[in-house]
């Protein structure tokens, strides 16, 4: 019999209150009007743990949980079903958890011995014609259904991937229609290049000589580079046999940043030196003559507190620009607002070339409390436009669709689920995306709570 969740974990209550039902619901209610444009499906991806934990928690650690919000000719219908990876089948059959905390040093069941920990709980992409949920702690991408979001089973591109190891931020390319991925791991190869051609097939899963064991969340791509930054967030195999967290945060070994001629041998990399910080999510990154231009929401080190740091503040994000020159091996790094935010989205249209707009999450006070702001950049004029939602709500990543498929950039719709404290449940705001500080456009109304969430993607119908 499984036991019921905790009510006083600040990541297991509140909008990160897991949800335990699966369903569908056709023509939602909704508040205004639909564009008649948008027409296609939101896919959200976010941690939903079906068993209480055993131990210790933390939202990294959910089952993922994919929900879908599929827009057809003004109406609105919504789907959400949980990822059947290895470790939920295993879960599910033995009926509790069996998974612990690597954390905290948490060993886990030995009924898990042999069977992928991974819970697919971060991203869900959709390329070459394959819905993709995905995670980076050594699970290959699962295949869902993207009608009925009916987990296929675990993707490895043909067995062509091996290892297991597989970013939950790849990158496409609007011009080629590639997509760009790493994987990276607390054993060698630490890192690991990862190409797929505009038709599904693994071309590239080459090893990286890092320079030390990093959790590596994201990378940048522009036509040119591939950029990874490898941050001082370790992962020691050596403590995790002790019993302690296999993560800790070692600011004395900096920051590397790695620089790699798109198509070169991995041999290549080139890697730069700068201050210790951290970042889970870039905006986006481009070239600039010789010289790479990055901005990043990023933190002055890993914001988890870690066992042993008792008492340390968590830290917050903000907009900086990183600028590479790649003559002088240099690194210049510049805060460009000081508003709290992460959660950055662009129009993927513009991913890795010059782009104007960026739109984030906005106004929390650290990663549990959530934010309660959506902020529309212009990065040509500095300029930035703010949602904002009642004090008691949450909002989840913006995702921008462009209003059609040759549509300037930025004009179109943002897209982003929130939390209703008050009431307990969620809505998904539909917004003008050139006038983001004004009234939503539509709100789908659900009668029911979706978890905070962490990254999704679109699929044009």
């Not at 296609?40 to 941690?47: D, K, Q, W």
Request: net charge negative.
């Amino acid at each position: 019999m499984s036991r019921p969740f905790p009510s006083d974990h600040p990541m297991l209550r509140g909008p990160w209150a897991p949800w335990p039902m699966e369903g569908e619901i056709r023509d939602c209610a909704v508040v205004g009007e639909i564009p008649r444009e948008l027409n296609g499906t939101l896919y959200r991806n976010g941690p939903n743990p079906q068993f209480a934990p055993p131990g210790s928690y933390h939202f990294f650690l959910g089952d993922g949980m994919v929900h879908a919000f599929e827009f057809e000719d003004g109406r609105c219908h919504y789907r959400n079903r949980w990822v059947r990876t290895p470790r939920f089948e295993a879960e599910r059959a033995a009926g509790g958890p069996l998974f612990g905390n690597l954390f905290d040093g948490e060993a886990n069941d030995p009924r898990a011995a042999g069977i992928a920990g991974g819970g697919a709980n971060t991203n869900v992409v959709w390329h070459a014609g394959r819905l993709l949920a995905l995670v980076e702690g050594g699970l290959p991408p699962m295949e869902l259904d993207p009608e009925t979001l009916a987990t296929r089973g675990v993707y490895d591109f043909d067995g062509a991937l091996t290892g297991g190891v597989f970013t939950a931020h790849p990158k496409l390319d609007p011009e080629t229609g590639e997509m760009l991925a790493f994987g990276y791991s607390p054993f060698a190869p630490w890192l690991t290049y990862i190409e797929v051609d505009r038709d599904g097939r693994l071309v590239r899963h080459d090893p990286i000589d890092a320079p030390f064991p990093s959790m590596v969340h994201d990378f940048v791509t522009t036509q040119t580079h591939l950029v990874f930054p490898v941050f001082p967030a370790t992962l020691r195999i050596d403590r995790a046999m002790r019993g302690e967290s296999v993560m800790g945060w070692e600011p004395e070994l900096g920051t590397r940043i790695g620089i790699l001629r798109r198509g070169a041998a991995t041999s290549e990399m080139r890697w730069l030196e700068t201050d210790p910080c951290y970042v889970f999510h870039p905006f986006n990154a481009y070239d600039d003559g010789r010289r790479i231009v990055c901005d990043m929401a990023q933190y002055p080190r890993l914001p988890l507190a870690l066992p042993g740091e008792a008492g340390t503040v968590v830290a917050s994000s903000s907009l900086w620009r990183w600028t590479i020159d790649l003559d002088g091996g240099s690194v210049k790094r510049e805060p460009l607002d000081d508003r709290v935010v992460d959660f950055p989205r662009l129009d993927e249209r513009r991913t890795g070339l010059p782009y104007r707009y960026g739109f984030a999450g906005c106004g929390g006070r650290d990663g549990v409390d959530g934010f309660h702001e959506l902020v529309r950049y212009d990065l040509a004029t500095g300029g930035a436009a703010v949602h904002r939602v009642g004090a008691r709500d949450t909002v989840n990543e913006p995702l921008f669709v462009p209003r059609t498929p040759d549509a300037p950039e930025g004009q179109g719709y943002l897209l982003s689920v929130v939390w209703r404290g008050e009431e307990d449940r969620s809505d998904l705001l539909v917004l003008d995306a050139e006038n983001v500080d004004r009234e939503p456009l539509a709100i789908v109304r659900l009668p029911h709570r979706v978890p905070n969430g962490f990254h999704g993607n679109w699929r044009p119908a």
